[in-house]
Every structure is written in C-alpha cells, then in structure tokens.
C-alpha cells in the first residue's frame, strides 16, 4: 500500500502594523489568501478520502484460499473382499475380483468442497470407482455423493470437481468418508490406489 502523506503549501506572512495595506487584490491581498487556504483544505480532503479507502479495504475479507488435504488410502473393508495395504498404498488382493472399502475424511470446519483426485492404477477392464460422500450425523442412511471418480487406465490421474449441491460440508452437521470399490476385474489385474486428494476452500 502506498505511504498516505499531507505537506501544507499555505504559509502566512505575518503583516506589519503601519507598513502593509489592507487590500481584497493582488498577491498578497485577503482574496488570494484565502484561495490558498482553500486549496490546503481541498489537499488534505483528498488525504482524507485516501485514508477512508485504505481502512476500508483492510476491512474486506480476503477471498478463500484453496486448501489442498492429500490421503494415503486406508481402507476399512465394506463387503466380502477388502483392499490389502502396503506401505502407503492399497491394492487389490491377488486372485480377487473385487475389492471394497471406506476411510474417514476430517476437515478443521464449515467447507466447500472444490474438487476430487485419485492416483493409482488399473491394468484391467474392472470397474474401479472412489467417491467422496457426506452423511448427516443424525442420519445413518442417508448418504449424498459429493464426487465421484472412474478409474479406468494404467496409470491413471483424475480430478473431478464437487457437486455444488452437497459440496458445503460443515462437521457440525456431517461426516464425511471415501468409499472406494473394484467390481468384474480379473484376478490377475493389478489395481493400485496410490493416494487421495482433496481441494476445498474454508466458509
């Protein structure tokens, strides 16, 4: 921001008694006297107009930053057959078919869910997908999707963006969870989730 600063230029010769003559004219009449007291008073308006547009852009909010929450795949298995884990990552059980599994997403407040990567692989023609849900905390039933994704090369790298409808997200009132599954892949198949990511701006 720039430096705010006011020089007077109005400076009064005294008169003297006996010598000087009062007069309304000329360069040092009462006129023109008070024409540069004008102009000192019109400068430090415009310091003051300055000043008042300074404050009140210190008072704006500044906008919300997006916040990226990156996750190492931990998955608690959610039907017959779950995903193993290495260090770091998760992977289907060799001579499985199918995988599936959930983890719990904590965020620090009220949230607006930009959007929703996943990195892994999937050799095969099985249906991966990961989804980000919500559910209200007094509704054990009724989960809304705020994204989803289809994993569907080796390797892939994908970013989806949150459905406006469910994407605020506040602890308060929702808990929030990634359920990942692979369904018809072969046993052979190497399917590999490598990490999470989520990107959401702070309400």
């Given at each position: 921001?720039?430096?705010?600063?006011?020089?007077?230029?109005?400076?009064?010769?005294d008169w003297q008694?006996?010598?000087?003559?009062v007069q309304?004219?000329?360069?040092?009449?009462?006129n023109?006297?008070f024409?540069?007291?004008e102009?000192?008073?019109d400068?430090?308006s415009?310091?003051?107009?300055?000043i008042?547009?300074?404050?009140?852009?210190?008072g704006?909010?500044?906008?919300?930053?997006?916040?990226?929450?990156?996750?190492?795949?931990?998955?608690v298995?959610?039907?017959?057959n779950?995903?193993?884990h290495?260090q770091g990552?998760?992977q289907k059980?060799?001579?499985?078919?199918s995988a599936a599994g959930?983890?719990?997403?904590?965020?620090?407040?009220?949230v607006?869910?930009?959007s929703?990567?996943?990195?892994?692989?999937?050799?095969?023609?099985g249906?991966l997908?990961i989804?980000?849900?919500?559910?209200?905390?007094?509704?054990?039933g009724?989960r809304?999707?705020?994204a989803?994704?289809?994993?569907?090369?080796d390797?892939?790298d994908?970013?989806?963006?949150?459905?406006a409808?469910?994407?605020?997200?506040?602890?308060a009132?929702f808990?929030?969870?990634?359920?990942?599954?692979?369904?018809?892949?072969q046993?052979?198949d190497t399917v590999?989730?490598?990490?999470f990511?989520?990107?959401?701006?702070?309400?």
């Amino acid at each position: 921001m720039a430096n705010i600063t006011y020089t007077r230029k109005f400076q009064h010769t005294d008169w003297q008694d006996n010598v000087d003559r009062v007069q309304a004219g000329g360069p040092t009449g009462f006129n023109q006297h008070f024409h540069d007291i004008e102009g000192d008073f019109d400068a430090l308006s415009q310091v003051v107009n300055q000043i008042n547009a300074a404050l009140a852009a210190l008072g704006q909010k500044p906008p919300p930053a997006a916040i990226k929450l990156t996750l190492t795949p931990n998955l608690v298995q959610t039907a017959v057959n779950g995903w193993s884990h290495l260090q770091g990552l998760a992977q289907k059980p060799p001579n499985q078919t199918s995988a599936a599994g959930m983890m719990s997403v904590s965020f620090p407040g009220p949230v607006q869910i930009v959007s929703l990567r996943a990195i892994g692989r999937n050799s095969g023609a099985g249906s991966l997908q990961i989804s980000l849900f919500r559910m209200p905390i007094a509704d054990g039933g009724n989960r809304e999707r705020i994204a989803a994704i289809n994993g569907t090369s080796d390797p892939f790298d994908l970013t989806v963006p949150g459905d406006a409808t469910f994407a605020q997200v506040d602890p308060a009132q929702f808990k929030c969870f990634i359920l990942a599954e692979v369904n018809n892949a072969q046993q052979a198949d190497t399917v590999i989730l490598t990490a999470f990511q989520i990107t959401y701006q702070s309400q």
